[in-house]
C-alpha cells in the first residue's frame, strides 16, 4: 500500500511541477472575494506536491455565473483551476433562480470554505430600530445590492415570515456604496454582510458602536454576538424553522473554493488536504491577521454536504423558501426611484 501511496504522490508531483494554477474570481480586485482568493492560493501552492505557481484571473459578469461557468465548460479540468465561488449560486439552483449557469454546485468538487462567518443585518446608531423585534412595530430603511441579492432575499423574509417592517431599497453597487449610505443618512441600516468582513472593513464602528446588529444568519451564534438572535431561533412553528435553516444554509456558504466535476479525485483530495494545511499555516495565519481577515475555514468534505443539502433541500421547503424572499412591491424599491 505504502508503494501505490508513494507513486501517487509522485504521480500527482509531477503533475503539478512546474504547472501555472488559476485562481478565478467572480469579482473586481480589492473585494471580499479577491483578498480572500490570493490569501488562500499563495499559501495553497506551499502544500500541493510539485510546488506550482498561480496567477488571478478575474471573471466579473452575471454575479458570479460567468466565473463557474468557465470552470466547468472551458478551463481544463484537471485540477490546475481553481474558483471562489458566488456564494448565493448554490441557493439561486435550488431556487431555480440561476438563469444562464451552465454548472451543477451539487457536481462541483469543493475544497474549502475560508471563512464560515454568519451574515449579519445591522442598523445605524442614530436608527429609530435597535432590535429585531423593534423593526415588528417600526419601519427601518436598509440598504441593500441587486434586487435578486442575499440581503433584498433577507428583508424580504423577515416582512413576509416573521411580520417586520423593513424598507428596502436596493441597488448598491457594492458594500462601500450601502456603508456611505448609512453614513449619509440616505438609509438606516445594511439588510446584509458578512460579520467577518464588517470586523474587517469597519472596526472602528464596532469600536464606537455605530452599528446595532439586529439578527444573525448562521448555525450558532458568533463568539462576538452572544446576544443577537439567530434567524432560526425567530421561527414560530415548526414549518417556519424548516424554511429559515434552508435560507440559513444557504446564508454560510461564505467563501467556498471549488474545483470542477471531471477533475480527478486524487487531485481533488490533494487540493483539500493542502487547503486544510494552508489555513493552519502561521505564515497565513499571520497574513490574515495583517488583512483584518477572519478565518474560520471549514473543510471540504464538510463543505460538499453542506452544497448537497442546500440542492437537495425537499422540494416544498424550497418552494416555501422561495415565496419568502419575494420582495412585495410595498416593501422595497430601487436606489434613485
Request: glycine share 8%; hydrophobic share 45%.
Amino acid at each position: 500500500c505504502m508503494a501505490i501511496g508513494e507513486a501517487n504522490a509522485d504521480a500527482i508531483a509531477d503533475f503539478y511541477r512546474d504547472k501555472q494554477m488559476q485562481i478565478v474570481v467572480r469579482s473586481a480586485p480589492g473585494g471580499s472575494y479577491d483578498i480572500y482568493s490570493r490569501l488562500v492560493a499563495s499559501h495553497l501552492v506551499k502544500y500541493i506536491p510539485g510546488n506550482p505557481t498561480f496567477i488571478t484571473r478575474y471573471m466579473t459578469g452575471a454575479a458570479g455565473i460567468q466565473a463557474i461557468n468557465y470552470v466547468e465548460n472551458v478551463g481544463p479540468k484537471d485540477g490546475t483551476v481553481m474558483t471562489i465561488v458566488s456564494n448565493g449560486l448554490p441557493a439561486d439552483q435550488a431556487l431555480g433562480l440561476a438563469e444562464g449557469m451552465k454548472a451543477d454546485m451539487g457536481a462541483l468538487n469543493w475544497i474549502g470554505n475560508i471563512t464560515s462567518s454568519n451574515e449579519v443585518m445591522v442598523a445605524w446608531h442614530t436608527a429609530p430600530v435597535k432590535t429585531f423585534a423593534e423593526a415588528k412595530t417600526t419601519q427601518l430603511i436598509i440598504g441593500a445590492a441587486a434586487a435578486s441579492s442575499v440581503g433584498t432575499k433577507f428583508g424580504a423574509v423577515a416582512n413576509n415570515l416573521l411580520g417586520t417592517k423593513f424598507k428596502i431599497i436596493y441597488g448598491y453597487p457594492g458594500a462601500s456604496d450601502l456603508n456611505l449610505a448609512m453614513e449619509r443618512g440616505e438609509t438606516q441600516g445594511r439588510a446584509s454582510g458578512i460579520w467577518a468582513t464588517v470586523k474587517a472593513t469597519t472596526p472602528h464602528w464596532i469600536a464606537e458602536k455605530k452599528l446595532h446588529v439586529l439578527v444573525q444568519i448562521g448555525l450558532k451564534r458568533d463568539v462576538d454576538l452572544p446576544d443577537v438572535p439567530l434567524l432560526i431561533e425567530l421561527a414560530e412553528n415548526a414549518e417556519q424553522r424548516a424554511i429559515l435553516e434552508f435560507i440559513t444554509k444557504c446564508a454560510i456558504v461564505g467563501r467556498p473554493f471549488a474545483v470542477g466535476s471531471g477533475v480527478p479525485k486524487e487531485r481533488v483530495a490533494v487540493l483539500r488536504r493542502a487547503f486544510d494545511r494552508a489555513v493552519v499555516d502561521p505564515d497565513f495565519l499571520a497574513e490574515a491577521e495583517r488583512m483584518r481577515a477572519e478565518i474560520s475555514p471549514v473543510n471540504g468534505e464538510e463543505l460538499q454536504r453542506l452544497i448537497s443539502d442546500i440542492v437537495n433541500a425537499p422540494a416544498e421547503i424550497r418552494a416555501k423558501a422561495k415565496k419568502a424572499m419575494e420582495l412585495r412591491a410595498s416593501d422595497g424599491q430601487r436606489i434613485g426611484r
